[in-house]
């Protein structure tokens, strides 16, 4: 049984349906290996250090993390992908006045910037979303990472509704809500981004004149 | 020497045609720019510098005690390097500890040589002429006595077979604000990060080619890098605190790396960009 601490309602039932599940598929969630899980965890916690602003709490999973964790390189079993996709749906918050998006150039520049997180960073500046190292966006940027898909013409394709550009909020909000276990650090949800930084890379998304649509 | 530092001129003016190139091309040629650069760096490695100052000081005798590596056990008896790194990690039972390289270095620099812990590991990565590291010029020159001897890491010890399992774990294990663990970047085939390839560490054939290429001369930062450095450096990007070096958690991860390297011929100090 895990011994971890579950903040909430949701992580409980979250947990529940890893050990339902582990009992059903005993492979994965099998205790030998969750043995293994608790020492690893354990020495990690002994063999980092703080620096700047990456304290060691940065070493403690929430419960996503430590499903994804677990089940890295087993298939996830359909219970756990809805249930990880509902609890991270239930995080995502819009902006008060409901604009969701913003100005497509600052979110150029959002997306070109890794600053940010780093205990090497400088926490006074703006973080970026560093979109450019995973995903093609532009094509004016030849310089782009492959481990996202591409994104360009990402509005045009999908249409420029107002159902494109919620999805894109809530992609970039928290791509788990989708995805579970998505590769994405989630945004929004571990406040990355500001709700003005959120509204201009959805901008970069979904405006008609932004580059990625042209 | 000169000739070293001619070479490496070479390869600079090498990666600025690629700069030029990749303003008007594709993404594809660009990396196979990128590749022709990486060949012309393999002409002159800076790593000698390391290796020789490594050698050096393998052999003179040092610390309080005035005892030179002559009576360190890296695995295969005392003072023995030939074909050592290539075995590491393993279980010594005189530390009751599996250690990686740097931390058997550091153990006879303590138990053997005399030096305080905090000397041992004050210059742990080199900065510069002002700050060169000890450390990193050993590891160059332990290190470059195992090329082109095969990776066989003792697996089947069982201190050392527990390790590789914990190392696994932390290898997917997924934290901090990014979500980020090794895996994200590290867990597929023909990834990259803008233009930079990844190695897919959870195969075999990428463990083998990355871990048989450390340590190496990093171009960009001028300096000889050890293993210890690249998985510090990696956890810093991954937006984790600090890796304490030589850690319990570091050797972990280095041995479920270099254990999945085992039967590749090691290959190091290499030159990466």
Redesign the interface.
């Given at each position: 049984m895990p011994k971890k601490t579950f903040g909430g309602t949701l992580a409980a039932s979250l947990a529940l349906g890893a050990i339902a599940t582990g009992v059903l598929h005993g492979c994965a969630t099998a205790p030998a290996d969750r043995e293994?899980?608790e020492?690893?965890?354990a020495?990690?916690k002994?063999?980092?250090?703080?620096?700047g602003q990456?304290?060691?709490d940065?070493?403690?999973?929430d419960e996503?993390?430590r499903l994804?964790?677990e089940y890295?390189?087993h298939s996830l079993p359909p219970t756990i992908v809805e249930k990880i996709r509902q609890a991270n749906l239930a995080t995502i918050r819009y902006p008060a006045d409901g604009k969701l998006v913003g100005d497509w150039k600052n979110g150029e520049k959002i997306a070109q910037s890794g600053q940010g997180?780093?205990?090497?960073d400088d926490p006074a500046k703006p973080a970026g979303a560093n979109c450019?190292?995973?995903h093609q966006l532009s094509p004016k940027e030849?310089?782009?990472?492959?481990?996202g898909p591409s994104l360009y013409q990402f509005g045009k394709r999908r249409g420029f509704t107002d159902e494109t550009r919620k999805y894109a909020w809530q992609k970039v909000y928290n791509a788990q809500a989708f995805n579970a276990c998505s590769?994405m650090?989630?945004f929004g949800y571990?406040h990355?981004l500001t709700e003005a930084q959120l509204r201009d890379v959805v901008a970069l998304l979904v405006d008609p004149a932004s580059p990625v649509n042209q | 020497m000169p000739s070293i530092v001619r070479r490496v001129v070479v390869a600079f003016a090498t990666a600025g045609a690629v700069i030029g190139i990749?303003g008007g091309?594709?993404?594809q040629s660009?990396a196979d720019e990128i590749e022709k650069y990486r060949e012309a760096l393999q002409d002159g490695n800076p790593a000698e510098l390391w290796e020789a100052r490594g050698e050096e000081m393998w052999k003179a005798p040092r610390g309080p005690k005035k005892v030179s590596f002559a009576a360190c056990d890296l695995g295969l008896g005392p003072g023995v390097v030939k074909g050592a790194y290539a075995r590491l990690p393993r279980y010594f039972p005189d530390a009751k500890r599996v250690m990686d390289l740097e931390s058997r270095l550091v153990w006879c620099m303590e138990n053997q040589q005399g030096v305080a812990p905090a000397d041992a590991t004050k210059n742990v990565f080199g900065n510069g002429s002002a700050k060169r590291s000890d450390l990193e010029a050993l590891v160059a020159y332990v290190t470059s006595q195992s090329r082109g001897v095969k990776m066989s890491v003792p697996l089947d010890e069982p201190h050392v077979h527990d390790m590789y399992?914990?190392g696994e774990?932390?290898f997917?294990?997924?934290?901090?604000?990014?979500?980020?663990?090794c895996?994200?970047?590290h867990?597929?085939d023909?990834?990259?990060?803008?233009?930079?390839d990844?190695p897919n560490l959870?195969k075999v054939e990428g463990a083998q080619k990355a871990y048989t290429t450390w340590p190496a001369y990093r171009v960009s930062q001028g300096e000889l890098r050890s293993f210890q450095w690249r998985l510090n450096d990696c956890?810093?990007?991954q937006?984790?605190?600090?890796?304490?070096f030589a850690?319990?958690?570091?050797i972990?991860l280095t041995t479920y790396l270099a254990g999945r390297a085992n039967g590749a011929e090691y290959n190091g100090p290499a030159i990466k960009r």
């Open positions: 293994v899980s020492r690893a965890e020495m990690m002994a063999s980092f250090k703080p620096h990456a304290k060691l940065r070493l403690d999973q996503t993390q994804c964790s890295a390189g997180f780093q205990y090497s450019y190292a995973c030849l310089s782009y990472g492959t481990i590769n650090p989630r571990h990355i | 990749a091309a594709l993404a660009t399992r914990l774990k932390m997917f294990y997924r934290g901090g604000t990014h979500d980020f663990a895996a994200t970047c867990g597929d023909g990834q990259r990060i803008r233009l930079q990844l959870t956890f810093r990007q937006r984790f605190p600090e890796l304490v850690s319990d958690a570091s972990a």
